[in-house]
């Protein structure tokens, strides 16, 4: 999305406004809580304490043992222990994260993502204690969770979904009869399923016999749950997003569109809104029908709901998200919005800061997440001590940028650099937890802005350890990638650019992976498409 001739002014007044977190509201002259828990850890549990310190409620962190010295607890005003380095014995505890809520007065609990975001026993029980609980009903965690329930309310809400059998598979030889009468190829998903887990594919009758097998055990493993449903196949799709918010008065407001399509294993690596190539028309369709859905379930707070986007532009539903997203900040950049802000606010009983004629597209912005592994050896986790751990510096990742774009014949005209990190120098990179070091967002007039400077971003990370491998590199190859570049992505991108899990495709034109650190690009300037009406950034409200 261009800005059109005012882009530099508009973006420049955007940056201002959004300084390090974007903003929709002064804070309050009587804060809404007086004291947020925040049952998380890592970079969004910092990224949330920010915006509540910002907002003038004070902070609870709660830390496993070896988190003791984490960022997220040297942010908050008050900590609490809930337990040993295994997730099971601490970040998971309902039990002592409610006794850490009780001892320390906290009026309001925030899951953040992961952990018990999305388990509707600890809504139900943040809010029998008579905490307000930062996010959706018990209910409608229930009804989305479960990806066969969740379906069947989607259809009857008038939701595009994808063909399949809705019930519950028995056993391998029905999965294989399901299989045939939904025709090949089918895709094998657990209900509670979720991050990649419980699902294959199976192109005939013998292959669906062993994917139930090996999905059912998996599911039963991760989520305690082994129900099996079978569904169509969408070969090669885009993977689009619908972020809403939702308060408690019955408002809906949907926001720009995310294209989360660059994915390995079914986990997203790399996510940018609005989405490149995609009509404003099916924007809307998704996300009139992303309204209805919540308005059937009663939804409240930020969620989002999945979509399937074939060849055609249809689109097919995949799941509901009830919680924050991983990849927020993207659209908070393109739509000026904090969206934790509004859960606070939506939390406390207040009406939305906007409506949906309010919505505009800001620029474009890009998020890569930063993690701790290695590309060389399938993405394996890699767990180590940050030894040397420096962001990238925004005034020379602009300067960089800036350069590019004006040989290309363009200014880069001051874009934004925002890292979301819960890491610091001599932190460790632990085997019990996400191996996400941070998330990388740039946020630039158009897609191009702000590729160059994602380009200049990663060229400027420091992350060094003994033992510890990232994925900057790998993410550095993505971003002068021709098929990215050109923003034709589906979710075979990976899959078809990398089919060694490793090597340089042919179709890399920017970069050679490994590159050497701040090696100039090769320029190369896509076709820009208006698919979208001009934009220009709103007041907060």
């Given amino acids: 999305q261009v800005l059109g001739g005012h882009g530099a002014k508009c973006l420049a007044a955007l940056r201002r406004m959004l300084a390090s977190q974007p903003l929709t509201r002064m804070a309050a002259a009587r804060p809404l809580f007086k004291k947020l828990l925040v049952a998380n850890r890592g970079e969004i549990a910092c990224r949330v304490m920010r915006t509540a310190h910002r907002m003038g409620i004070e902070t609870v962190a709660v830390y496993s043992e070896p988190d003791s ?15 040993s380095a295994a997730s099971a014995d601490s970040y998971l505890r309902i039990d002592r994260i409610l006794d850490a809520i009780a001892s320390t007065g ?16 600890f809504s139900e029980a943040v809010e029998a204690a008579g905490v307000a609980f930062v996010g959706p009903a018990a209910f ?10 969740s379906k069947r309310l989607a259809a009857e809400a008038g939701v595009t979904t994808i063909p399949g059998f809705e019930g519950v598979i028995a056993d391998a030889d029905e999965a294989a009869r399901v299989a045939s009468e939904v025709g090949f190829p089918v895709m094998i998903k657990a209900s509670a399923g979720g991050g990649g887990k419980g699902m ?3 192109w005939d009758e013998a292959e669906a016999r062993q994917a139930f097998g090996l999905s059912q055990r998996e599911a039963a493993a991760s989520f305690g749950d082994d129900r099996i449903f079978i569904e169509r196949y969408v070969e090669k799709p885009r993977h689009i997003e619908i972020q809403l918010i939702a308060d408690t008065h019955g408002n809906v407001v949907y926001l720009p569109e995310r294209e989360c399509s660059v994915q390995r294993r079914n986990q997203k690596v790399v996510e940018e809104a609005p989405a490149p190539h995609f009509s404003e028309a099916t924007w809307r369709r998704m996300g009139e029908e992303a309204v209805q859905l919540a308005k059937a379930v009663g939804y409240r707070s930020a969620g989002t709901v999945e979509f399937l986007v074939d060849a055609r532009d249809q689109h097919y539903f995949l799941e509901m998200n009830t919680r924050l997203q991983v990849e927020h900040p993207v659209t908070e950049c393109v739509a000026g919005i904090d969206l934790v802000e509004e859960m606070i606010r939506v939390a406390a009983g207040e009406k939305l800061s906007i409506a949906q004629a309010d919505v505009r597209r800001i620029g474009w912005a890009i998020e ?19 030894s040397a751990y420096r962001p990238p510096d925004e005034a020379a990742c602009n300067k960089a940028a800036d350069l590019a774009m004006r040989a290309e ?3 880069g005209e001051g874009g934004l650099v925002r890292v979301d990190d819960g890491c610091a120098e001599g932190g460790e990179i632990s085997v019990h937890y996400d191996p996400m070091i941070a998330k990388l967002i740039t946020h630039g007039r158009d897609r191009e802005h702000a590729r160059q400077l994602m380009i200049a971003a990663l060229d400027r990370y420091v992350i060094h350890g003994s033992a510890l491998r990232h994925n900057l590199n790998f993410l550095r190859t993505i971003m002068g990638n021709d098929t ?33 650190r701040l090696a100039p690009p090769r320029l190369h300037r896509p076709s820009r498409r208006r698919e979208h009406p001009e934009i220009t950034p709103r007041s907060p409200r």
């Fill in 69 to 83: 010295r984490a960022p997220h607890v040297a942010l908050a005003g008050q900590s609490v222990c809930v337990g």
């Fill in 106 to 121: 906290a009026e309001a609990v925030h899951p953040g993502y992961g952990f018990l975001s999305e388990n509707a026993a």
């Fill in 140 to 149: 409608a965690i229930n009804a989305m969770g479960d990806k066969i329930e």
């Fill in 200 to 202: 294959r594919i199976a």
């Fill in 368 to 386: 890569s997440r930063v993690y701790a592994e290695d590309p060389l050896r399938g993405f394996l986790p890699s767990i180590g001590t940050l």
């Fill in 409 to 411: 014949g363009e200014g």
């Fill in 484 to 516: 990215f570049i050109a923003g034709k992505i589906t979710t075979g991108f990976i899959p078809d650019q990398f089919p060694d899990g490793l090597g340089v495709p042919e179709s890399t034109r920017e970069a050679a992976w490994p590159a050497p």
